[in-house]
């Protein structure tokens, strides 16, 4: 398989290297976490300084005897030297049961600068504050961004005919070895199965693994629709299912907690407050869609809203769903002072869609960018002060 510098992750990593943090790097299940932490590695055996790098992979056998926490912080001891910067990268930590003692115990030396990796279903963002007493730091790895999808290709023209490849069979970088789309949807399956019920069922102990499954592929199937548990209760219910709200929202947390749904809130543009009711859930990638649901009906406009969610939070946004009295804008997105409201859409040739899509940016009434994403194949230009821009293209900024 081919190797690619993701240089976002690294300098992140670069720029925390030396502080006291544990830093614990995060992400869906074969989102290249554990490649990260290699690259990383090879960054520290650049530098012309001593240090001292002790790398564990709990998945070698070399390292099968570490797989009791004593064994562990007693091995992490003994590599220990004086008078040299000390690093500790641990890889699957959560093979080694209670690692977290191990751990916690190093940190309190002061003695190493200390990287994680590990199984969602062990190292949730939601837990990192009860299994660590002392202070982490999250690396959030997502899947494969366009960019770096035609990194990986080494695609430099055509884009958008990669584009169009790239929507349906999205990031997830361990498919790539694989030239047959159907083989790719088969690995991506594999990988969904694995989050369901090796890291949820048997983590939570779910009983009802059918009904569980049920609520992943019709939160699947409706990205980019407004969710509550109670309205996918009810749905549920037609289905001749007896699931409850209160269950409905448990599960919910749990797809959220593995990283592989994403929420998106509503925000009120003219209160300025957050809404409870009602919210968007985008997948952590695309082509978990079709591998699970299938390609048959390919809705475009909402797979591209999806893409562009998980872009703008690679990039760093905080991203909403904003609500101007009965009209929609698809995303606010916020960092620090910015502020950017986008419209996303498959095809704005139509001037019914068009003005459906730029009439709720012109109703905001402050300064902050507006934005059309779509699949236009022009240059990018202005319409009353809208920005129209083609996704391919935006992506690729």
């Not at 191990?102 to 969602?120: L, M, P, Q, V």
């Not at 960019?147 to 430099?156: A, D």
């Not at 904003?322 to 002072?337: I, S």
């Not at 498959?346 to 869609?353: A, H, L, V, W």
Request: proline share 2%.
């Amino acid at each position: 398989m081919q190797i690619i510098v993701r240089k976002k992750y690294l300098d992140e990593l670069i720029e925390l290297y030396g502080t006291p943090d544990i830093k614990v790097i995060t992400g869906i299940r074969r989102s290249g976490k554990s490649v990260l932490l290699q690259e990383f590695v090879s960054y520290l055996q650049s530098l012309e300084e001593p240090i001292n790098i002790v790398m564990i992979n709990l998945q070698e056998l070399e390292f099968d005897h570490l797989l009791e926490y004593h064994a562990l912080h007693q091995y992490i001891l003994d590599q220990y030297k004086e008078g040299m910067a000390n690093v500790l990268l641990i890889d699957e930590v959560q093979l080694c049961p209670q690692f977290e003692l191990a751990i916690n115990s190093i940190y309190t030396k002061e003695i190493y600068d200390i990287y994680i990796t590990g199984s969602n279903a062990f190292l949730l963002s939601s837990d990192l504050a009860t299994l660590f007493t002392g202070r982490t730091m999250e690396i959030k790895v997502y899947p494969f961004s366009f960019v770096e999808y035609l990194t990986y290709y080494g695609i430099t023209d055509r884009y958008d005919e990669a584009f169009d490849r790239y929507v349906r069979t999205g990031g997830m970088p361990g498919s790539y070895v694989y030239r047959i789309e159907d083989r790719q949807y088969h690995y991506v399956k594999d990988v969904y199965a694995t989050i369901l019920i090796r890291d949820l069922v048997e983590k939570y102990k779910i009983r009802n693994k059918s009904e569980f499954t049920n609520i992943s592929e019709f939160m699947m199937d409706n990205i980019g629709n407004l969710l509550s548990p109670n309205n996918i209760s009810k749905t549920l219910k037609n289905d001749q299912s007896e699931i409850t709200r209160k269950t409905v929202s448990k599960y919910i947390g749990y797809l959220e907690n593995a990283f592989l749904f994403y929420e998106a809130k509503r925000y009120d543009l003219k209160g300025k407050k957050y809404l409870a009711n009602n919210s968007k859930y985008y997948l952590c990638d695309t082509s978990f869609r079709y591998a699970v649901n299938g390609t048959r009906n390919m809705d475009f406009g909402r797979t591209y809203e999806n893409i562009v969610y998980l872009e703008l939070r690679r990039r760093g946004y905080e991203v909403y769903v904003g609500k101007l009295y009965k009209k929609e804008v698809d995303f606010v997105a916020k960092k620090r002072e910015t502020q950017i409201y986008i419209q996303v859409s498959d095809n704005i040739s139509d001037e019914k869609t068009f003005e459906r899509e730029y009439s709720p940016l012109l109703a905001i009434r402050d300064a902050y960018p507006k934005m059309i994403l779509a699949r236009t194949h022009h240059e990018t230009y202005d319409y009353k002060g809208v920005q129209v821009v083609d996704i391919c293209r935006w992506l690729r900024e």
